[in-house]
């Protein structure tokens, strides 16, 4: 295989571990020598609209979203059947669009 760049899908199940390992990861994508070009973070999408916008805020630079990162996933594992119903789920879901 000949790859020269990839993405880091973020795998910490940990909510405590979130910011530090996508902060991590952006640090090794501003890197020219990395071969992480850009992060998929792991968002805090079950927690509402409020918790995600804390989380983006905490990666932003002189006030805007690195530009390294690429995506969010949501980590549903132990969640409750229906949280994808809830209009919390939702708020947290809608909440990264306002933020480009």
Do not use: C, W
């Not at 990839?6 to 795998?11: K, R």
């Not at 890197?31 to 998929?40: A, F, H, M, N, Q």
């Not at 708020?91 to 990264?96: I, Q, R």
């Amino acid at each position: 295989y000949n790859i020269h760049r990839g993405i880091f899908v973020e795998a910490a199940v940990d909510p405590s571990t979130h910011v530090s390992e996508v902060k991590m990861a952006l640090k090794k994508a501003g890197d020219p020598d990395s071969l992480i070009e850009g992060v998929v973070a792991a968002i805090p999408v079950p927690e509402g609209g409020e918790a995600v916008r804390g989380f983006l805020n905490k990666l932003r630079a002189n006030g805007k979203l690195p530009k390294a990162l690429k995506g969010g996933r949501v980590v549903l594992f132990g969640a409750e059947k229906d949280v994808m119903l809830s209009q919390k789920y939702t708020s947290g879901l809608e909440e990264p669009q306002a933020h480009g």
